[in-house]
């Protein structure tokens, strides 16, 4: 007689260690909203670059755009949008390029 085997064996969690938790240390909120990202040496803020804003937490944003950004990079963002005038600066976290030929961006606050 033949008995079916797992390819890969299931780890049974023990009552003394923590459940997997996301890397994400703050709650993140969709939020869609019209910003300008711009460096230190753009003389005005609105010369800088316009960017959509897809979602903000504590610790940071995504925002889509048409432009190429590297990470590691810099910027300030400038958001206003209703209630909420801000500018933060933000350095590019993660980049990606989507199909439709828009790239998406993660960022961090960083200390002024």
Known sequence: MMTKTRSKKRRKQSKFEKPQQEARATERVKFIAAATLYTELT?????????????????????????????????????DAGPIDMSAPIRIVWFRRKADGIFEAGTEFVPD
């Open 43 to 79: 003389p005005h803020p609105g010369d800088g670059h316009k960017v959509w804003v897809t979602n903000i937490s504590l610790g940071g944003v995504a925002f889509k755009t048409s432009r190429v950004y590297e990470v590691g990079r810099t910027y300030h963002l400038r958001l």
